[in-house]
């Protein structure tokens, strides 16, 4: 934004609320956009990474929201004034174009998802394979969504993947569950 060098690991970024990007900016800039109440075109996405109870959201949850894979992230879209879902695969970020009408269910399951800041904060969720357990779900920045999607469109093989895939979904996932806190009351509001 003004054009200073950032540093290639640590910057922070913004989400272009009407053009749907991320934006790496320096630490003067994001915290232009860090007022969450404002009616901004840019926002800055905060660094709040939670895990919800492994009890929290059931495969009944997941199924009832016909995602056809069992790795997809939710975040709401303030343009459209709704949820959007979004799964990695080999082209990048794929948008479901399915109905979540089932969306009030989790909001009951998981209350601390009404907290989620629109835009530059989202749901992800993992469901083990073979329905081996329950679903792992975390409150995490945007961009860590788009991290994974693209470690993911680095390595993806065939039609799931492939192993080098499953790797390093587990190790992203071992990284946001050492990174999350436990939800609770008190984690309301985002940021650095």
């Known amino acids: 934004m003004c054009a200073v060098p950032i540093d290639g690991e640590a910057h922070s970024h913004v989400v272009d609320v009407q053009g749907r990007q991320l934006m790496c900016v320096c630490r003067p800039c994001y915290l232009l956009f860090t007022e969450t109440t404002a009616n901004l075109r840019f926002r800055a996405v905060p660094d709040r990474y939670l895990r919800f109870a492994s009890d929290a959201l059931t495969l009944d949850h997941w199924n009832a929201l016909d995602i056809p894979v069992g790795l997809a992230f939710f975040f709401r879209n303030s343009v459209l004034d709704r949820m959007v879902t979004f799964y990695p695969g080999?082209?990048?970020?794929?948008?479901?174009?399915?109905?979540?009408?089932?969306?009030?269910?989790?909001?009951?399951?998981?209350?601390?998802?009404?907290?989620?800041?629109?835009?530059?904060?989202?749901?992800?969720?993992?469901?083990?394979?073979?329905?081996?357990?329950?679903?792992?779900?975390?409150?995490?920045?945007?961009d860590a969504c788009y991290e994974l999607v693209g470690q993911l469109r680095a390595v993806w093989r065939g039609f799931d993947g492939g192993q080098d895939a499953r790797r390093r979904i587990d190790a992203f996932f071992s990284q946001v569950a050492a990174r999350s806190k436990p939800a609770v009351a008190s984690s309301a509001g985002g940021g650095r």
């Open 90 to 142: 080999p082209a990048g970020a794929t948008e479901s174009e399915l109905a979540i009408d089932q969306w009030s269910q989790i909001i009951d399951a998981i209350p601390h998802l009404s907290l989620m800041l629109p835009d530059v904060e989202a749901l992800l969720i993992r469901v083990p394979e073979q329905g081996q357990g329950q679903p792992e779900c975390f409150l995490v920045p945007i």
